[in-house]
């Protein structure tokens, strides 16, 4: 990552949220679509050695996107993101969870929301994602399972495919 870019990811129990902001050495409207594009997702969506499978996807309000977290053994864990609101190139909504490869929700897991605005600061964008679970024991969960480390992992992964776009 280059360290002059701003990272910031901050847990509050008492919210029960996640709040992580990160600028990209990219326009908002290619970060957006890495956000928003099936194709684009494929390529960093996952903490590395890990791979995305997108299965379907339809953003839009009210569509899916159902897809795996591959390991290097091809082991596969399934999650959806529910699409709830957009407004283009600044904004869009989701519910996060884990399902099965058919899209059914998974018993017992956390389920969150997801708010993700894009700030255009001419060659940089500021991405702000903030992460809302409904009990702090679901929260607790998925710090547990080293989302922090994962998703800083899957982000990195984003500023190495810009990088990599600019040779």
Request: no cysteine.
């Amino acid at each position: 990552m280059n360290s002059n870019l701003n990272f910031d990811f901050t847990v509050n129990k008492e919210t029960n949220t996640v709040h992580v902001t990160r600028d990209f050495a990219a326009e908002r409207a290619l970060v957006w679509d890495v956000f928003t594009k099936q194709e684009l997702l494929d390529q960093w969506w996952a903490p590395k050695p890990w791979k995305s499978e997108t299965k379907s996807m339809d953003f839009k309000e009210g569509g899916r996107r159902l897809y795996a977290m591959v390991s290097p053994e091809g082991q596969k864990h399934w999650g959806v993101q529910d699409y709830t609101s957009i407004t283009p190139k600044t904004n869009f909504k989701q519910l996060n969870t884990f399902s099965d490869e058919d899209g059914n929700l998974a018993e017992g897991m956390p389920t969150s929301e997801w708010n993700l605005d894009f700030f255009d600061n001419g060659d940089t964008t500021t991405v702000e994602i903030q992460i809302t679970h409904e009990k702090l024991a679901d929260l607790e969960m998925m710090i547990q399972m080293g989302f922090k480390e994962g998703f800083t992992m899957t982000l990195n992964s984003l500023d190495e495919l810009f990088e990599n776009w600019k040779k």
